[in-house]
């Protein structure tokens, strides 16, 4: 069975780790490369396949986004505020979403709506 | 170009710790439990923004490092709990790398400094070596501690200049009952009379702003105020 492939690019160390650790958990998705800016994201995406990349909410965050959406179109972009109080979900085809408290949950939850693009995928 | 890095799995604590986060975004809280779950050196026994829970679970015993992310008011937290519970071990978490902040928190107490900037396993480290009764934190937060010592010396502060308030017997009453005497023995030892050595308490821990003589005793200790005197163990 295919993990949904997660990229995290730009979040600091400890970050990185408790968010890899996270995902590493669950049975569905895997962190396949950290990756320290845009220019290794955009390599990393195509090389590993990635479904989905997290990056922290800060002022380069729509620059890199508009370049990986550009040029992966069904990717998913979550932007994560500093302590991952919250975060934005980024995605071609539909408008922006507002990820909310529980932020565990919901980071989990909006990671698996890229599960539905490539199950449903013909 | 690509890093992957494994999860933290050493067992680098002998004992399994007992950690209480405080100050923290519930995100943080959540990850970092399930992060440390299954691993037997650290535990996340609790997490929240103030320290109300904190406050019954190290009365009751059961906490033993207060984790306190830095930003907004993790100073006076940090305060709170080194007044509150003198004996507690507390370890910055640094998810802004504010030096200012830093240093305003190991003022007020603080025994470790890890940043966001370090991986999850430098956290087990730094508590593992807070327990040993070590500091551990970055060169830079180093450099800024010392630089505040450097600043405290110029400014004519000694080491025990936080217990200039106290009077010379007022210093003296301290000095026994950091070594474990009772009001009536003290009283004895210096010639007084024991309602005069109560008012010297009462003003101790008044000066040093400390619920119980203990308390106190501890805070003498700490800041090497005995006078080449040993204090007794309580």
């Known amino acids: 069975v295919r993990k949904i492939r997660v990229l995290l690019q730009g979040l600091s160390p400890m970050m990185s780790d408790l968010l890899a650790h996270l995902i590493n958990h669950q049975a569905d998705m895997e962190v396949v490369a950290l990756v320290p800016g845009r220019a290794e994201a955009l390599v990393a995406v195509k090389l590993l396949e990635a479904d989905v990349v997290i990056l922290p909410d800060s002022s380069e965050m729509p620059g890199t986004c508009d370049v990986l959406l550009g040029q992966f179109p069904d990717l998913l972009v979550l932007a994560l505020t500093q302590q991952g109080q919250s975060g934005f979900l980024y995605r071609r085809t539909i408008t922006t979403d507002m990820v909310t408290a529980p932020p565990v949950e919901n980071i989990l939850k909006t990671i698996r709506i890229a599960e539905d693009r490539f199950r449903l995928a013909p | ?234």
């Open chain 2, 1 to 234: 170009l690509i890093r992957l890095r494994p999860a933290p799995e050493e067992n680098l604590v002998a004992t399994l710790v007992r950690v209480f986060l405080v100050n923290s975004s519930p995100f943080f809280g959540d990850a970092l439990r399930q992060a440390l779950h299954g691993q037997e050196a650290l535990t996340l026994v609790g997490s929240g923004d103030g320290i109300d829970d904190l406050d019954a679970q190290l009365q009751a015993g059961a906490v033993d490092v207060v984790l306190v992310q830095t930003g907004g008011r993790a100073a006076e937290l940090v305060a709170q709990v080194r007044q509150q519970h003198p004996a507690a071990s507390i370890v910055m978490l640094g998810l802004e790398d504010d030096e200012e902040d830093i240093v305003r928190a190991v003022e007020a107490g603080a025994s470790g400094y890890v940043s966001e900037n370090a991986p999850l396993v430098e956290l087990v480290h730094t508590i593992g070596a807070v327990m040993r009764g070590e500091a551990r934190c970055s060169p830079r937060v180093t450099a800024a501690v010392f630089r505040r010592v450097w600043q405290l010396g110029q400014a004519g502060a000694s080491p025990s200049a936080d217990l200039s308030p106290l009077s010379t017997r007022e210093q003296e009453v301290l000095e026994l009952m950091a070594r474990g005497l009772a009001n009536k023995e003290i009283a004895r030892r210096l010639g007084i009379r024991l309602n005069t050595v109560k008012n010297h308490v009462h003003n101790i821990l008044d000066k040093l702003q400390v619920h119980h003589r203990r308390a106190a005793a501890r805070y003498a200790t700490a800041t090497g105020n005995l006078r080449g005197q040993a204090a007794v163990p309580s």
